[in-house]
């Protein structure tokens, strides 16, 4: 296991709250007053998540981006985000960016933290996002049911080929997949009360597909060909891999007319030894499946 999955599992013992959800799921979900919370929090790292030099407007974006996507993912619409920030004299652009996801999605922006940081040493930023229901039993990573088709909203790889136009020196079109993540809200809000689970796709198609079989005590036969790809076919395989893709995959019932387009990736059968079987091989959560930290 890795230290991030090992750490997350010490942490279990502390969650036992059912609004944690086992710290299996994109977000927690919280009964509140007759409505339900979803509630979210991403950090994101210089050199891990972004690249320190890249501009601190697109740096904004993902953060808020890639939190509400997990938002999306429960069908919850933005109640409202608090941000941590560290003073790098990057401010001015940092706002303009924030102010323009912010009206993207909705969500206004009700508070933070604002600290400064030591002499070279890594921008780190945080995001809560607070978002609320609109459809109940809210969607998890468990859901997936036998004989459910597994979906994906669009394609991956595109962030990998993103960071590599981005480094390269572009600042336009060919790297927006990685500067200017979408997140699916429309989508996630319309396919809620149709999915068996639903998540977003950010550690890598595999690793979380294999993640949703794992919570859904099933297994999961994906068809790498169906998989959508917005790289060239030669790298198909490190498409399905790399991750920060924030398309959403769910499965629904084969008779489910679904709401959106969506890709038919897979399907979803008995639990085996494997979690996944990738056109008929089965991969494990210790295969090279994805993103892990650590
Ligand atoms: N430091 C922490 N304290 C409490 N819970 C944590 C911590 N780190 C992770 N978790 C929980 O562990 C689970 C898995 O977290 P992870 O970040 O992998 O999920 P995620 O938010 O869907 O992923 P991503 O950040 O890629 O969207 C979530 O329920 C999350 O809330
Ligand atoms: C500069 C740079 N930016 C992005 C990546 C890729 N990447 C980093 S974290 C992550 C998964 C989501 O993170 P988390 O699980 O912490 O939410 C992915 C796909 C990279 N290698 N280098
Ligand atoms: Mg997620």
Redesign the pocket.
Same mark, same amino acid.
């Given at each position: 296991m890795s230290a991030e999955l090992d750490f997350i599992a010490a942490l279990r013992a502390l969650a036992g709250d059912p609004a944690a959800r086992g710290l299996r799921d994109d977000c927690a979900v919280l009964p509140f007053g007759g409505q339900t919370l979803v509630l979210t929090h %991403?950090t994101i790292v210089a050199?891990?998540?972004?690249?320190p030099d890249m501009d601190p407007a697109d740096i904004a974006w993902r953060l808020v981006a890639?939190n509400i996507s997990d938002l999306a993912a429960k069908g919850a619409a933005p109640v409202g985000v608090l941000l941590a920030y560290q003073l790098n004299g990057a401010e001015a652009r940092f706002l303009e960016g924030l102010r323009a996801a912010l009206a993207e999605y909705g969500a206004p922006l009700l508070g933070g933290d604002t600290v400064g940081m030591p002499d070279g040493a890594a921008q780190t930023l945080g995001l809560t996002a607070i978002g609320r229901a609109t459809h109940t039993p809210v969607p998890g990573r468990d859901g997936a049911a036998l004989g459910d088709i597994l979906y994906i909203t669009g394609p991956v790889g595109g962030?990998m080929i993103g960071?590599e136009a981005l480094r390269g020196g572009d600042n336009g079109a060919a790297s927006a997949a990685y500067r200017r993540p979408q997140a699916q809200l429309a989508a996630g809000i319309a396919l809620a009360p149709h999915v068996g689970a639903m998540m977003d796709v950010? %550690?890598?198609v595999l690793l979380d597909a294999a993640r949703m079989a794992t919570a859904s005590r099933v297994t999961i036969a994906i068809d790498s060909a169906a998989v959508p790809i917005a790289a060239p076919e030669p790298r198909r395989a490190e498409a399905l891999r790399?991750? %920060?893709d924030y398309h959403l995959l769910f499965t629904a019932a084969p008779d489910v007319v679904l709401p959106v387009h969506a890709h038919a990736i897979g399907r979803v059968i008995a639990a085996g030894k494997a979690p996944i079987l990738l056109d008929g091989a089965p991969l494990s959560l210790g295969d090279d499946l994805g993103?892990a930290?650590g």
């Open positions: %991403d050199g891990v998540h972004f690249l890639t962030a960071l950010s %550690d890598g790399w991750g %920060d993103f930290h």
